[in-house]
């Protein structure tokens, strides 16, 4: 696959074409002027031959031809690299001829310096090691013209210790350079990266907060709203009544259903109500196993003689902090909801449990339970399987709310056949563990 192309590709293949296109012309024009470059023993004793013939633009042109195909195949650490070394071949094919006194092997510690810091420690070394082996060829080459006196050596080789010693200090300097862009590089894209994800998570909050603030408003409309409807339904079945008492028989059956319809509806109003409705931060500590008893004993009396209701709490006080009338309602909407899924003979359990950090709370049913593409849907409003005009659809939208306004947790487990259970969690205020023995070992039958 093609990789993308970058601007600095293009700039790295138009440094490259040029480069062999003016060395080549070079080339062209030395073997013009000196022939055929000649690589025998004999030329290599001339020390200005190799260095002004075609060999030096050669030795550059090659390297760059290469480093174009390798930049227009994306590969451009390559691309640098080889066009690097192809000026440091040029150089040493240029100097190393010249003897170690060539003015031009002050460039190449710039090289090594410019590679090093580009691409780091190790082409910078061996750019170095080049340089020096160069630099030891051509202090040989110097002093066998120097003509033998006792210490006629001494120049070449205090001048290429020199010209190594600048050589390996430029690299040492290069991997400092280095290392420190590199470092600079990574901390500016690690805050880039940090800005990003605040400026991410500020989004969010704003996000969340133009939301909250919509259903705060919408929460007043519907409160209004409900408040306005209940006033003209208490009015209509107010004449209802009225007149069901002083109608015929014939009329007496449509009064009755305008009053179950009012009902029906009012019981519509009463959990919009109740969803609308804030938290208004009446809250207290409460004994979970002493309420679920209260609640239990009252349940217990409206349901069906086919319907069991069962209690398992433990026998030390379970203690929460939350609103005791909010937990009655959540508890209610579970307990209708498992009593309209019941078909037939059936049981409805209402089950605690304690941790030492948390109070869990169980209300689970023998129906038929909820089928798996609706157990994400179940806790959204008016969201309801059940056939119209028997389900609004708020019960278990209202039941999360309850839980999430006291920092509980709401979830739903059901197998298709094997009845579904809600399960309440909220943080333990304190615990006082009794005993191990739990009432719940002698599940009561209550219905």
Not at 86 to 99: K, M, T, Y
Not at 331 to 343: K, T
Request: net charge positive; aromatic share 4%.
């Amino acid at each position: 696959m093609e990789r993308p192309r970058q601007p600095q590709g293009r700039i790295l293949r138009w440094a490259a074409l040029t480069a062999a296109g003016a060395a080549l012309s070079w080339a062209t024009a030395a073997m013009v002027r000196n022939g055929l470059p000649a690589l025998s023993p004999a030329s290599l004793c001339g020390l200005d031959y190799i260095a002004e013939s075609a060999l030096p633009p050669l030795a550059l042109a090659l390297p760059c031809l290469v480093a174009f195909e390798l930049a227009r195949r994306g590969r451009l650490r390559q691309c640098g690299l080889l066009i690097a070394w192809g000026l440091l071949l040029f150089c040493q094919v240029v100097l190393v001829p010249r003897g170690v006194f060539a003015v031009g092997w002050f460039v190449q510690p710039l090289i090594v310096l410019m590679v090093t810091c580009t691409f780091g420690m190790v082409p910078g070394l061996l750019q170095a090691v080049t340089v020096v082996l160069g630099l030891s060829i051509a202090t040989w080459i110097t002093s066998a013209e120097i003509t033998p006196l006792a210490d006629s050596h001494a120049g070449p080789v205090l001048q290429a210790v020199v010209a190594s010693a600048v050589t390996v200090a430029m690299a040492l300097c290069g991997v400092l350079l280095h290392r420190t862009l590199v470092l600079a590089i990574r901390t500016e894209e690690h805050q880039r990266l940090r800005m990003e994800e605040q400026r991410r998570a500020l989004r969010h909050r704003e996000n969340l907060l133009r939301h909250a603030m919509r259903i705060d408003t919408v929460g007043e409309l519907s409160s209004m709203v409900v408040h306005q409807l209940r006033n003209q339904f208490q009015l209509i079945l107010g004449y209802a009544t009225i007149g069901m008492q002083a109608a015929d028989p014939r009329a007496t059956a449509g009064f009755r259903s305008i009053i179950e319809t009012l009902g029906k509806s009012n019981d519509l109003l009463e959990n919009l109500l109740g969803m609308a409705r804030q938290n208004d931060g009446r809250v207290e500590p409460v004994d979970l196993c002493a309420l679920c008893r209260q609640v239990a004993d009252s349940y217990a009396r409206v349901l069906p003689s086919r319907i069991a209701l069962r209690l398992s709490v433990p026998t030390h006080p379970v203690s929460v902090l939350l609103d005791p009338q909010g937990l009655e309602h959540a508890l209610l909407n579970l307990v209708i909801n498992a009593r309209q899924a019941i078909r037939g003979q059936g049981a409805i359990e209402i089950k605690l449990t304690a941790t030492a950090d948390k109070a869990v709370l169980e209300v689970s049913d023998t129906g038929p339970g909820i089928a798996p593409q609706h157990l994400e849907s179940v806790f959204r409003p008016f969201f309801t399987t059940k056939e119209k005009g028997k389900g609004t659809g708020l019960g278990l939208a209202a039941v999360q709310r309850f839980a999430r306004s006291s920092n509980g947790e709401v979830h739903v487990r059901s197998e298709p056949g094997q009845g579904a259970a809600f399960i309440l969690e909220f943080p333990a205020l304190r615990l006082e563990v009794l005993g191990p023995r739990r009432e719940g070992d002698r599940a009561q039958g209550l219905g």
